[in-house]
């Protein structure tokens, strides 16, 4: 659903399981930090409402999107959590370069998530412009970042329930 649609920041508590125990990594771009940097107060701030203790979220910086997909096969192989959590951001400029790192790094999250042992959560913003990306990093339409981290512990519980 288009987020325009939906605020990104509404949803029901009483689907969310319960984090306790659970190790969260996240994996942050450094590139267009302003946004970048609500996105993981979002997430972070979400994993601790829903029971995840703060020294079971590891917090590890890259520096642009497109080294997202390395940073989260880095962090699943050298750590043991239980989902990853990738955040960037992306804002079309006047060159193709847009495309070619939206591209790649949506390519390598969605083959990493496949392949790896632990879920991979999608939390790149591809924006326009930069208003679209503040609208969604605690904006007018709420944060990726409270999204990421529902839909971590969701997949986390999702895997352990099979």
């Known amino acids: ?69 390395y940073g989260s096969a880095v962090m699943i192989e050298d750590t043991d959590v239980d989902a990853v959590i990738a955040i960037g951001c992306v804002i079309r400029g006047d060159t193709p370069h847009f495309d070619y790192i939206c591209q790649g790094t949506t390519q390598g999250l969605a083959e990493l998530n496949r392949l790896a042992e632990v879920p991979v959560i999608y939390g790149l913003l591809t924006c326009n412009t ?19 981290a529902i839909t971590a512990l969701k997949m986390i519980k999702f895997r352990e329930d099979l």
């Not at 325009?4 to 450094?30: C, F, M, Q, R």
Request: charged letters at 20%; glycine letters at 12%.
């Open 1 to 69: 659903m288009a987020s325009a649609l939906h605020n990104l920041s509404n949803y029901d508590t009483t689907t969310v399981p319960d984090g306790n125990g659970w190790k969260i990594g996240i994996v942050v771009s450094e590139w267009n930090e302003e946004v970048t940097g609500a996105l993981l107060d979002g997430a972070f701030n979400t994993l601790l409402k829903h029971g995840v203790n703060k020294e079971d979220i590891i917090v590890r910086f890259v520096p642009g999107s497109f080294e997202l997909v």
């Open 130 to 148: 930069m208003q679209q990306a503040l609208d969604r990093c605690g904006g007018a339409l709420g944060n990726k970042g409270d999204e990421c």
